[in-house]
């Protein structure tokens, strides 16, 4: 079945540190891709997002293109701030739907 | 727009008693969609409910049930509650469903303690 596999955490990094945070997934036809973000106590917001193959989805400075050649979805932003600390979880969608979630990588970013 | 909500947010059940959880959706969302949250599992799908009828189901046991308003309200039930069904339960509401790349916009969640 579907699955994705995200790198684990937690990752440290200083303020204006380069993020990256791995994504590969297992799909059998088109999923669509999704990076969400959860703050401490609160629920999930969608980050970005990707439909198709080579689509770049961008936001609030981070972007990650969908490469369907090597089954990736990689999170970069090119300077983090302290408030970027929080968990960022990678998914997919293929019919019928259902998000599919990896396991999430949480990041600190100290200042 | 206001979004989606909770209720309630917090919650302490015994071994063997049930639970009921409300989710009100975005207004205009007719989509609904319920997930675990847990340390060891991490994220997974509960159900799905679009205009009253559940559209998907994840491979949890007879013990989760749900069900959806004709305001698209929902609410999710768990019986004989276990100490394994602790987690945080997340509601995702979305305009329509069968589209992959519709958003979901998640509540809050509830945090459930069984003891």
């Known amino acids: 079945g579907d699955s994705v596999t995200q790198m684990e955490g937690p990752v440290t990094l200083s303020e204006e540190a380069f993020l990256t945070i791995n994504c590969t997934y297992t799909?059998?036809?088109?999923?669509?891709l999704f990076w969400y973000v959860q703050y401490p106590g609160e629920g999930l917001q969608l980050l970005l997002k990707a439909t198709k193959a080579d689509d770049k989805g961008s936001n609030k400075g981070f972007e990650a293109t969908y490469r369907k050649e090597t089954t990736s979805f990689h999170l970069e932003k090119g300077s983090v701030q302290v408030s970027d600390s929080a968990v960022y979880f990678c998914a997919l969608s293929e019919p019928p739907d259902a998000l599919n979630f990896g396991k999430g990588t949480s990041l600190l970013v100290t200042p | 727009k206001a979004g989606v909500t909770q209720t309630p947010r917090y919650l302490i059940k015994t071994r063997g008693q049930q639970v009921t959880l409300s989710c009100s959706p975005i207004s205009g969302h007719r989509s609904v969609s319920w997930y675990q949250q847990t340390p060891g599992q991490g994220l997974q799908f509960l159900f799905e409910?679009?205009?009253?009828?559940?559209?998907n189901k994840g491979n949890f046991p007879g013990r989760f049930s749900g069900r959806q308003f004709s305001n698209s309200r929902s609410e999710m039930n768990v019986s004989t509650l276990e100490l394994g069904d602790s987690a945080l339960y997340l509601c995702?509401?979305?305009?329509?469903?069968?589209?992959?790349?519709?958003?979901?916009?998640f509540g809050p969640g509830t945090r459930l303690t069984v003891t």
């Open positions: 995702a509401s979305s305009l329509t469903s069968g589209a992959s790349s519709y958003e979901q916009y």
């Open positions: 799909a059998t036809g088109y999923p669509s």
């Open positions: 409910y679009f205009s009253e009828t559940q559209r």
